[in-house]
C-alpha cells in the first residue's frame, strides 16, 4: 500500500469519528478537531495501548419495548432449532399470563473491542478482536459474522454497527425475538 493511500485511510478514520461526534451530539464543531478518541459515548469507548485499538462498551436503548417472559410453568422461552428454521413454541407464549411478561426498554450492554488496521476502511475491514455480553444474555455466534458482512471496501461502519446494537435492531436481524399478540418477545 503506497504512503497516499496510508494517508487517506488515517483521514477517512479521522472523518468517521468527526461525523459519530457530531451526530450523536458529543461535541460541538469547534471542538471536534481535539480528543477524537473520547467520541461516541465518552465514558463507553476507550482506547488501548496499541494505535487503532477501541473498546467500546455499547448500551442497548430499545427504542420501543420488548418483553421477556418469565414464566417458568411455561416452555415459551425455550427455542429449537430445525431444518434451520426456529421454533417459539408460538402456542405456549399465547397461552402464557401477560402478567408473566416483563417490559424492557434497555438491556446490558456489549463490550465490542475492534482493531482498526491502517488500511482500513479503503481495504481492510475492521478486525474485531473481541465481542460478548455482560451477563452472557446473548448468544454471540452470528453477531460478529453479520457485524463484518456490514463493512463494504472504502466505506466505514463503526457508526453502522454502534447503531445497529444500540437500537436493538440486531435481535431481529439474529430473529431472537418474536410477535406475538402484537408485542415484540425477546
Known sequence: MEQMDMEHCSSLQQEEWEVLEVSLGRTSKSDRDSHISQSIYPDCVSTGGVQGLIKLEIPIELPEPRYIVSDTNTNAGKVSQSGGTRDFHTNNLQQSSREAWISLSNLPPLL?????????????????????????WLPLSGLQRQLKEMWQRGEGVLYTWIEWIRTGEFLDSLELTISVQGEQII
Do not use: D, V
Open 112 to 136: 465490542l473491542e475492534i482493531l482498526l488496521p491502517q488500511s482500513y476502511p479503503l481495504f481492510s475491514p475492521p478486525e474485531i478482536i473481541s465481542l460478548h455480553a455482560t451477563r452472557s
